[in-house]
């Protein structure tokens, strides 16, 4: 509905999903329904954070077409030559929807995140299509993205803690914001995010946890709170190495600095009490042992990312030894890059990096949940 001012109710959402390549649907009986869990005011009062599992949300395949062939009638000025172009440009843009093509996204099973908001803007021409004004969004996108990193990747965080094997296979498409509203057409902004899919197989959708995707909620808000947030910049840092699917440098890169990124957190908050469960299994004062000491203006930095690591995998870790021990060649690889050493780009240990970062972002995870 139009108010005096010519402004309308709409919404701005953006979708990020995961590929599921084993296939929990086909045998699901019709009582069994997708796993859907909702946090109202998530990140902002007004905002919507839905996690849902297993189908895609039914109106995602047709936003997409609609908001292609928008766009070939934007692009190809379709109508511009007529007295009623817009009114011309809709009715296009209806008949060429059905013909547009859409890639469908890998996986037989999927897990979305949908982050949704309500906003006031213009109704800019009265049309059903291409209706908004873009100039007058461009704040409202900005604060909006800003957000959703924020939710996509405390969601990411969440996920690593409930089946780090569902965040594999980040999509392919593009991740977009599109603008919608009661009567009108969805709009996009695009913002490319890639990744990788791969095979599948056949599963049983009773296999499930049924409190999948309200697990990855709950922890989700959890993780949202400002005393969590420093777990969303290695979060960040994981889909930007999984996004590296062709270059080994940059995967390696952004996947230690997550494991970096993690550990030096985890250390500033975490370092005393690790130390003082150590000291009472020992018998013996280890933090008058441990290097470096926190004020001790000495310190040695080239140490710093092993000895923080160090903590975090005695804290966490089964096997706080192989870790480390996983580590270091990924610190040395690291520091020769840094010194400008020579080193050979196909022999750095990507996915290691990225396989131990995944797994330590599930464990950071469960430990800020349930401490």
């Known amino acids: 509905m139009v108010n005096q ?5 709409a919404k701005i959402w953006s979708w990020r999903v995961y590929s599921i390549h084993h296939d929990y649907l086909s045998k699901r009986s019709l009582d069994q329904h997708d796993q859907i869990n909702i946090l109202e005011n998530t990140p902002r009062r007004g905002d919507t954070l839905t996690t849902r599992l297993g189908n895609l949300p039914g109106e995602y395949y047709e936003t997409q077409k609609k908001v292609a062939a928008s766009l070939r009638a934007l692009f190809g000025a379709v109508g511009s030559a007529a007295p009623d172009w817009l009114l011309s440009r809709d009715d296009f843009i209806d008949s060429i929807t059905e013909e547009m093509p859409i890639e469908p996204v890998p996986g037989k099973t999927w897990l979305t995140i949908e982050l949704s908001r309500s906003v006031i803007i213009t109704d800019n021409t009265g049309s059903r299509y291409l209706w908004n004004d873009m100039a007058e969004c461009e704040e409202l996108l900005v604060n909006f993205k800003r957000d959703r990193k924020m939710a996509f990747e405390a969601a990411a965080a969440a996920i690593a803690g409930v089946n780090p ?16 509203a009661e009567g009108k ?21 009773a296999e499930l946890s049924p409190s999948s995707a309200e697990e990855i909620g709950y922890a989700t808000r959890i993780l949202m709170k400002p005393e969590n ?6 979060a960040s840092w994981l889909t930007a190495a999984r996004s590296e699917t062709s270059d080994s440098f940059r995967r390696f890169m952004f996947a230690y600095f997550g494991l970096e990124m993690l550990a030096t957190s985890f250390e500033n908050a ?10 009472v299994a020992a018998g013996a004062p280890l933090d008058e042992l441990m290097w470096p000491k926190p ?6 930095p080239s140490r710093n990312s092993m000895f923080n690591f160090a903590i975090m995998a005695v804290a966490l870790s089964p096997d706080p030894r192989a870790d480390i021990n996983a580590f270091r060649p990924m610190k040395k690889s690291r520091d020769s ?7 050979d780009i196909g022999s750095l240990p990507a996915a290691e990096a990225e396989a131990l970062l995944l797994r330590y972002l599930g464990l950071v995870s469960k430990e800020k949940i349930y401490e």
Request: charged share 30%; hydrophobic share 25%; proline share 7%.
């Open 165 to 180: 094997e569902w965040l594999r296979y980040p999509q392919t498409d593009p991740e977009r914001v599109y603008i919608g």
């Open 229 to 234: 947030r420093r777990i969303i910049g290695p």
């Open 185 to 205: 057409e969805p709009t996009i902004n695009l913002q490319l995010e890639v990744g990788e899919p791969i095979v599948s197989g056949q599963r049983d959708w």
């Open 337 to 343: 890059i840094a010194h400008g050493s020579s080193v």
């Open 295 to 300: 004020n001790d203006d000495s310190k040695d």
């Open 270 to 279: 975490k370092r005393k009490q690790t130390v003082q469960k150590l000291e």
């Open 5 to 9: 001012q010519g402004k309308i109710e």
